[in-house]
């Protein structure tokens, strides 16, 4: 169910601005006075530079003071509103700096002036670079031992932000299967996640409010490796999804790998779960068509996650929870009517726990069923639209190799790595372990020949018999990658078998020298 809230009515009084101004507040019941004051601070424009200096006095229309949590839903005439005064004291230190500088100008020669103003210059850049990307580098709290994540109190500092505007060029490349996330800072991924909603009409479709939008994608800054969007627009299958489809698509390719584990915590019975932003890469991709290997590992290790969702799919049935907790809190679907977020949250789920590679197999046949059907696929079907809706994401899930090799190959890197630490701890706590994790016996190539092989080009050859256009932008790409991979494959085993013919060679010396002796 959506979060529970209330529309709140006010009218702006504020020294930033010229007139007052109206404004409706759609504010979760579960909003703190911090949580309300920062919302009323981002409707009347005050910068966050100068946020802890306002004063915030509430009035009913008689002109009695009231508390931010007092506040009651009432009528938006202006007889009705609350009235909100809006106070900037900073003014107070203005004069002091201005009696500074008029003293640093009298008594400071031209070529010393100039100095100074130049290294005020280039301070007063990089405070500026700081507050624009300084949302990406706060610390946020570790999860606690329950197996939700709550919202406490949402930075402010993302909601003060201006608005991004990006080019064309931009636009374009976003539509495309080869993003590289590399080239982005946290916060402008979350602006190109803004982006995203508002290029396919859901923020108006379903009255988004871009603050609440805001809150709740900061509550989500946690690692992911989503190519869901280029999917969806380079395919051209956009055109043929219903609002609902595309809110529930891009909902989970937010939501489905929330609160991730890192390696070290996968064994621990008791571990809190840390966001796997801390550890660069979200660790999407599944080398080998195996059930995930983190879920086993959960079950083998019977973890509180294991426990709680009776060893199926805990990993996947965490990352729902986590999400809908979120959505919850921060109220960001608050307008939506409960029969659509009912149908909205079923569609989630099913997305979401289709990212299990256990139910790879199912999946797989379910959509053949969809195609074989009497008159093939209809998007008009309810049934197949939800497969349809599933294989996308499985698709988005594990689309790395679809990007150029110097986007994806970091992320094989730092997967490969996680597996071979949960290897390790496996092997150190006397637990069975999978091979295919085994840093001894595994190599890059061979995990992603595999991977490549006998998981990607099969799933996307199937959607592609749905899916138009996917050859050239998609496929091409994947066999690639493929070619790539193998060419890796056998540079190893030449490394391999002359590493080992050096061996046998230097033992045969060795031999003969003893004979000798």
């Not at 529970?4 to 702006?12: A, E, L």
């Not at 299967?177 to 602006?191: R, V």
């Not at 083998?300 to 959505?327: G, K, M, Q, S, W």
């Not at 592609?464 to 790409?477: D, F, T």
Request: proline share 6%; glycine share 6%; aromatic share 6%.
């Amino acid at each position: 169910m959506p979060a529970p809230s209330k529309r709140i009515h006010i009218r702006i009084q504020s020294n930033q601005q010229q007139k007052p101004t109206n404004e409706t507040l759609l504010i979760p019941l579960a909003a703190t006075d911090d949580d309300i004051r920062d919302l009323i601070l981002t409707a009347a424009d005050v910068p966050l530079a100068v946020s802890a200096d306002v004063v915030v006095k509430v009035r009913r229309p008689d002109g009695t003071l009231v508390g931010l949590g007092s506040l009651e839903e009432r009528g938006s005439g202006d007889g009705e509103r609350y009235l909100v005064e809006v106070k900037d004291d900073t003014t107070a230190y203005h004069e002091p700096i201005a009696r500074t500088l008029s003293q640093l100008t009298a008594t400071t020669s031209p070529d010393e002036l100039a100095s100074l103003r130049a290294a005020i210059n280039e301070l007063k850049n990089q405070l500026e670079e700081i507050d624009k990307t300084g949302i990406s580098r706060v610390a946020l709290p570790r999860t606690p031992k329950k197996a939700v994540r709550r919202v406490s109190k949402i930075d402010p500092r993302y909601l003060a932000q201006p608005k991004y505007i990006f080019t064309d060029e931009t636009r374009n490349y976003l539509k495309g299967p080869s993003f590289d996330n590399w080239q982005w800072e946290e916060n402008e991924m979350l602006a190109l996640l803004e982006f995203m909603m508002t290029e396919l009409s859901l923020v108006e479709e379903f009255k988004l409010e871009l603050g609440l939008l805001k809150r709740f994608l900061q509550s989500v800054k946690d690692g992911y490796n989503m190519n869901m969007y280029g999917i969806l627009h380079t395919t051209g299958v956009v055109a043929k999804l219903k609002p609902l489809d595309k809110l529930i698509l891009i909902f989970s390719a937010i939501g489905h790998d929330l609160d991730h584990p890192v390696a070290g915590s996968v064994l621990d019975k008791k571990a809190t779960i840390t966001p796997i932003k801390s550890m660069v890469s979200p660790q999407h991709s599944r080398p080998l068509c195996l059930p995930s290997p983190l879920n086993i590992s959960r079950a083998t290790a019977r973890t509180d996650l294991a426990i709680i969702y009776n060893d199926i799919a805990p990993l996947e049935n965490h990352h729902c929870a986590v999400l809908f907790t979120l959505i919850r809190e921060t109220g960001v679907l608050a307008n939506l009517p409960d029969p659509i977020y009912r149908e909205f949250r079923k569609g989630v789920i099913r997305c979401i726990l289709a990212t299990d590679m256990a139910r790879h197999g199912d999946l797989m046949s379910g959509f053949k069923k969809c195609l074989d059907a009497p008159g093939g696929f209809n998007f008009e079907d309810g049934e197949h639209k939800s497969m349809l809706l599933q294989m996308i994401m499985k698709c988005a899930d594990i689309s790395n190799e679809v990007r150029p090799t110097d986007v994806a190959e970091p992320w094989v890197d730092c997967l490969l790595e996680e597996f071979f630490t949960q290897s390790d701890l496996e092997k150190a706590q006397g637990l069975p372990y999978a091979p295919f994790m085994d840093r001894e016996k595994v190599t890059k190539a061979n995990a992603q020949v595999g991977f490549i092989a006998f998981v990607m080009v099969p799933l996307f050859e199937l959607v592609s018999k749905v899916l138009p256009n996917m050859e050239e932008p998609i496929m091409k790409p994947i066999q690639q990658a493929l070619a790539y991979y193998k060419d890796l494959q056998e540079k190893e085993k030449q490394e391999k078998a002359e590493q080992e013919r050096k061996a046998k060679e230097g033992g045969g010396e060795v031999q003969a020298v003893a004979v000798k002796a």
